[in-house]
């Protein structure tokens, strides 16, 4: 069911701080744990037969997740899925009692009984990024997820990067950030947006918004939400050191990506525009005042206006003067705010294993949906990490390249000209 534009989002940000339904705490202080721990309970599911699939079906009340990992590797991940679903209900103010009914083994994609208004969202969960390109065919360079259909038929493929480790309350400000959680917060932030409103613009919010609940972190019964994620962070400081960028503001406000021609070139960009978005987005929600001029800004950009002339009229800042704003706002120190979850039940997950029939069934309707070319909406999430070195990489040779050209020059100047054009004459030339 979607939440319409203005009825989510004007009642959402105007009235409701981002931790209204949670008990906050300052950031690095403990918090009383008297909110419902949401501990996961399996169950596991009889009937295995000789021909296993090394696929298996693993669901929770928002999720099926079809992986080839392990069901200890699975758990963890639906745990924290749920968690940051609920969040997310809570901060768009969706009720909390409106789940999806349970799914048939055989069709994923649809719900068995309940709403189909709103079927689980289900995950293809790869053990590894070869898995990830087999099913999905044709897949850019440094693609390592992609998001697949609409509201009512949605599927996410991701890959498990590494370990999902349980989070202590202080840990959750320090702890580096998972890569496995990361990606698929991001993807599963955008869809929840697409799905529960019908905010398709502007551009930089929707992609900060992912951004931002990407390094969304939960321990039992705490959160912390605000952490700048690793690679953003590192292309900030990239950017802040004075090196060669591709956007100005305006061209972050109206989602004009040009011919790149900062460092790294379109992953560089890329890269940029996501940063850029996700620290505008932490500015646009760290106070009040801001978050009830973010709804109106939506709300005129919904009604049709310019992103930049909107955004200068509800925030009184200048496409100009937006640089030394955000300079500002990132050199005082980013606030990472702590809350208490609201108590909820025990998190339900059933596995069950699959047949080789099952399994080879699952990887052939999901190559279907992965390589279908006529979906409304298929985005793909790439490998930050990668981008951040692709960006690194060209700033060291332009560096490299710079000083060879200096220290030719200064021998250019102090050498004699030689009778025959040599290397005083014509170094440097081709």
Known sequence: ???????????????????????????????????????????????????????????????????????????????????????????????????????????????????????????????????LRAVAGSTPADAIGLYSGDAGAAQGFGVHLERIATLGDEQLEKAPLNDSLTYVFEAYARHFLHRHTDIRAPAWFIEGFAQYFSSVRFSAQQTVVGRAPRDVAGYLRFLNAGRKYHLEWEDVLEHRLPLAHGHGGEDGMRLEFEAKSWLLTHYAFSSDERRKRLSRYLQRVGDGASPTAAFERAFGVSSADLGRVMWRYGQRGLEVVRGVLPSMPAVQVSFRPLTRAAGDAVLAQAAQAARSPDGPLKEWTFDKRRALQKVELSAGLEDADAFIKGQQQQQGQSASPSPSGGAGAGAGKR
């Open 1 to 131: 069911m979607s939440h319409s534009f203005r009825a989510a989002l004007a009642a959402a940000l105007v009235p409701f701080s981002l931790f209204s339904l949670l008990c906050l705490c300052p950031a690095g202080a403990a918090c009383a744990q008297d909110a419902g721990t949401a501990n996961l309970e399996r169950v596991e599911v009889a009937g295995r037969k000789t021909e296993v699939s090394p696929w298996f079906r693993a669901e929770s009340p928002h999720f099926v997740v079809y992986s080839d990992t392990r069901e200890e590797d699975v758990a963890p991940l639906l745990d924290n899925l749920e968690k940051l679903d609920r969040l997310l209900r809570a901060y768009t103010q969706l009720p909390q009692s409106q789940l999806p009914q349970s799914q048939p083994e055989q069709s994923p994609r649809a719900g068995a009984s309940g709403d189909p208004q709103e079927p689980k969202l289900t995950l293809y969960y790869h053990a590894s990024l070869s898995g």
